[in-house]
């Protein structure tokens, strides 16, 4: 088994009311409804948002190319800075780390953007890499998951975990669909970073949660309820309302046989680490999973202070979990969905 050393969180440099944000919305979407999109602005418990760029400079971007190369240069900024930290953090050398993977779902580049930090941030040559693409708000947790895989293989060895999303670059302004409405009233930009170590390692004061198991779910005929379509401006976002049936309908089953296979209940579950997909989701798993009142505190809290930032919220919900110092021997389920449509759990013990 792995231990997660550190985790360090980055936010893009803007910080904007959810006002802010709605009007600008309104201002780029003239064909949208705007009273619906006022609705769904005031219902999305977002109470502020960070962006990588000022909000008066995305009038400018016009087109993919644009967006993306403003991606590639905000993702390399934010990707060391977070990378540097968590390092800082675990108090591990640049030169000790073996495995740099990195995940995001909202820009492109090759070479990729941890081949990009490798030279300034003091890695190896010989650094293994794994970038990936395509897991959306799941890849936080299926990148602990793919760290603890490796680890368990090379349990001598350091692994990082990168995620940097920029959800702000992939807003559309021709698309007045609910579901754009959503994105532009849920997402925002920020990027963390794990660093684990495998069982041989030695463990330093302060360290982490020990991950225990991971498992990864599809489900079958759901692949458009998230995810995007390429369009000639870039991203398009596809977003499914019947997103929260589709949790209702399968996640206690699985995170009960999930459970069950180490001996566990939920009720053993002491810290409960899920990402902020929105507020629908959120109540519906907990009702689905009977969760008790406060469970979600930290990850209510982290949606109302940043929103939505995809992959890289269920990191910041997991920092900020580990700040709470929960008593040794508590048990944690770390939980994201994604595109697929999917689920991701990774069982803690602190």
Not at 67 to 95: C, I, K, R
Not at 199 to 215: D, K, L
Not at 282 to 301: F, K, S
Request: charged letters at 20%; aromatic letters at 6%; hydrophobic letters at 45%.
């Amino acid at each position: 088994m792995s231990r997660i050393a550190a985790v360090h969180k980055v936010l893009g440099p803007h910080r904007h009311p959810q006002a802010e944000v709605t009007r600008l919305a309104r201002s780029c979407l003239p064909d949208a409804d705007g009273a619906l999109l006022e609705r769904v602005h005031a219902s999305a418990k977002v109470g502020h948002r960070h962006t990588a760029l000022p909000l008066d400079a995305y009038a400018g971007l016009d087109g993919f190319r644009a967006s993306n190369d403003a991606f590639v240069s905000a993702a390399v900024s934010m990707g060391a800075e977070a990378v540097s930290g968590g390092l800082h953090a675990a108090g591990v050398a640049p030169d000790e780390v073996d495995l740099l993977m990195f995940v995001s779902t909202t820009g492109l580049a090759a070479p990729s953007v941890e081949a990009r930090l490798v030279g300034p941030l003091g890695l190896r040559p010989d650094v293994r890499r794994l970038p990936v693409f395509g897991l959306g708000c799941a890849a936080g947790a299926a990148g602990i998951g793919r760290l603890d895989d490796y680890l368990r293989g090379w349990p001598g060895q350091v692994a990082v975990l990168l995620s940097v999303e920029l959800c702000s670059l992939t807003f559309q302004r021709t698309d007045a669909s609910p579901a754009n409405l959503v994105g532009t009233a849920l997402f925002g930009d920020g990027a963390a970073a794990v660093v684990a170590r495998g069982s041989e390692r030695r463990p330093a004061p302060g360290e982490g949660p020990e991950v225990v198991a991971t498992r990864s779910r599809l489900y079958p005929h759901t692949e458009r309820a998230m995810g995007w379509d390429i369009a000639d401006e870039g991203f398009r976002i596809v977003l499914d309302p019947g997103i929260p049936d589709i949790v209702r309908t399968h996640l206690a089953a699985d995170v009960d046989s999930f459970l069950a296979g180490h001996g566990l209940t939920r009720s053993d579950i002491g810290t409960w680490v899920c990402h902020p997909g929105g507020p629908k989701v959120l109540e519906v798993m907990a009702d689905t999973l009977g969760l008790p009142d406060g469970a979600l505190d930290v990850t209510w809290r982290s949606l109302d202070e940043v929103g939505n930032i995809s992959s890289a919220s269920v990191l910041h919900v997991l920092r900020d979990t580990m700040d709470r110092r929960p008593p040794a021997g508590t048990w944690g389920l770390l939980t994201a969905l994604g595109p697929g449509f999917s689920a991701e759990l990774v069982l803690l013990r602190w």
